[in-house]
Structure formats: C-alpha cells, structure tokens
C-alpha cells in the first residue's frame, strides 16, 4: 500500500534518538496506567460520530469539532504509539468507527525509541482497524 510506504520512508528519515540540545523537557509526575485511565474518561458515552483522530498531543490539542463537527477527538498528550496500540482495540469496540485518522509516534521518537519499534506499532494499529473493518488485517 503506497501510504505504508510514505509511513516508512518517513520513520527512516528519522535518527534512532533524537537530539534535544542538552534540553531536558520536564514531565508531569504520572502514575503508570494514567494513559489508561485518562483513556478510559473520554467520551463515556458513545456519540453517533463515525470519524475518531486518535492519539497524541497533535489530535489532542486540535480543535477538531471545529473543522470536523462529526468527528470525535481522542487525544491523549503525552502517549507513546505503544500505549495508543494498547488502547485501540477498546476505542474500536467502544466506537465502532468508520475512519480512524491517527497522529501518534514523536514521543517514542523524542525518548530515543527506533523508528522500526515505532513503525511496528503503527503497522499493528493499522491491522487492527483494518480487521475491525471486515478486511481481514
């Protein structure tokens, strides 16, 4: 699939860590399933949206119900493609969407994990929706 492929070429342009100029950017004290639970918060009831952006802090800090009114927005800040992987096969049963757009990977990037890591869950996310779809995988 072409789009795969731009997925690819895109992880690969990447350094396996990247180099923030000595900076170190703080982070909020968390516990360790606060993903989870921040997840499991969004949306308790299931609007009749059939377009949900899934992810980091890119899905979760754009004002989607204005340019997509009938979309869904689930964003979480902060997560890792690992932690957005573990939460999709419940924000597939929870929302039975029609079109996922998803936006996730930097922080992994930004922690120093490999771009093939990244790309894996990507591809394991994207199999996923595609057998919650009736494709197969």
Same mark, same amino acid.
């Given at each position: 699939?072409?789009?795969?492929? #731009?997925?690819?070429?895109?992880? /690969?342009? =990447?350094?396996? &860590?990247?180099?923030?100029? *000595?900076?170190?950017?703080? !982070?909020?004290?968390?516990?360790?399933?606060?993903?989870?639970?921040?997840?499991?918060?969004?949306?308790? &009831?299931?609007?009749? !949206?059939?377009?949900?952006? =899934? *992810? %980091?802090?890119? #899905? &979760?800090?754009?004002? @989607? /119900?204005?340019?997509?009114?009938?979309?869904? $927005?689930?964003?979480?800040?902060?997560?890792?493609? /690992?932690? #957005?992987? &573990?939460?999709?096969?419940?924000?597939?049963?929870?929302?039975?969407?029609?079109?996922?757009?998803?936006?996730? *990977?930097? $922080? %992994?990037?930004?922690?120093?994990?490999?771009?093939? @890591? #990244? =790309?894996? $869950? =990507?591809?394991?996310?994207? %199999?996923?929706? @595609?057998?919650?779809?009736?494709?197969?995988?």
């Amino acid at each position: 699939l072409p789009w795969i492929s #731009v997925g690819l070429s895109l992880l /690969s342009s =990447f350094p396996s &860590s990247l180099d923030s100029g *000595g900076l170190e950017m703080p !982070r909020p004290p968390r516990s360790a399933d606060w993903p989870a639970s921040e997840y499991e918060s969004l949306h308790d &009831s299931p609007p009749h !949206r059939r377009v949900v952006f =899934f *992810g %980091d802090s890119d #899905v &979760s800090h754009w004002d @989607t /119900s204005r340019a997509f009114p009938k979309a869904l $927005n689930c964003g979480i800040g902060g997560t890792t493609m /690992s932690q #957005v992987r &573990s939460f999709t096969p419940r924000m597939l049963e929870k929302y039975r969407p029609k079109v996922v757009i998803l936006v996730a *990977g930097e $922080n %992994d990037l930004a922690e120093g994990t490999p771009p093939s @890591t #990244v =790309f894996e $869950n =990507f591809r394991h996310i994207c %199999d996923l929706v @595609t057998a919650a779809a009736g494709g197969g995988g």
